[in-house]
């Protein structure tokens, strides 16, 4: 007889709580019959395995109890499907590919070899297509790149002669203003020396030898 724990529940406890109850769900088995598999794992009753599930885990598996649900029901159908004959290695053929190759006297068998040999006859072209699609768009990007590096180099050399340029603006600027300044001096003295050139008293000596001041 299985010993019955009365100890908390562990991390490990909800979550094989969990997988298995799940799994029962998606079997469209019954919750009772995943609580008696969980109580033999684990030590604990059903009664305590079906009442940890409804109090506490649940409500966190909400929407992998609706997959679970969604999967139990997939199941279901598929199990009422009759065969299909024109089903092969898990490849399904449309009502016209399998119109295609209804020929008259063909059997199953030959109809499933040449339905196999088509598909992988266009696989390998859509496989070959891909391919090539791939290595061109990768010589598109080599191309892009080596572009980008391309205007990377020019828009340093660009930046480079941008600053030189400011640097010989900065100059230039620097000179003529020095240059306006000196010319600004010198009109102001020539200016200065012109007034005093003016103020000056003028003297002529007359004829018995005196000087006479010009007005």
Known sequence: MTAVRQDAWSTEDDLILAEVTLRHIREGST???AFEEVGEKIGRTSAACGFRWNSCVRKK???????A??????RSYYKKQPS?????AGLSLSEAEAGFFKVEGATEESLSIDAVIRFLRQWKGNLQENGRQLKMLE???????EELASLKRVNEQLSKE????????????DDYKALIQIMDRARRLAFLTEEEEE???RFKMDANGNLERIE
């Open 31 to 33: 919750q009772l019959a």
């Open 61 to 67: 598996y909400e929407e992998a109890i609706s997959l």
């Open 69 to 74: 649900k969604t999967q139990r029901q997939k």
């Open 84 to 88: 299909n004959p024109m089903q092969v």
């Open 139 to 145: 010589k598109e990007l080599r191309e892009k790149e």
């Open 162 to 173: 941008v600053n030189e340029v400011q640097t010989d603006y900065r100059v230039v600027n």
């Open 199 to 201: 103020l000056k008293t």
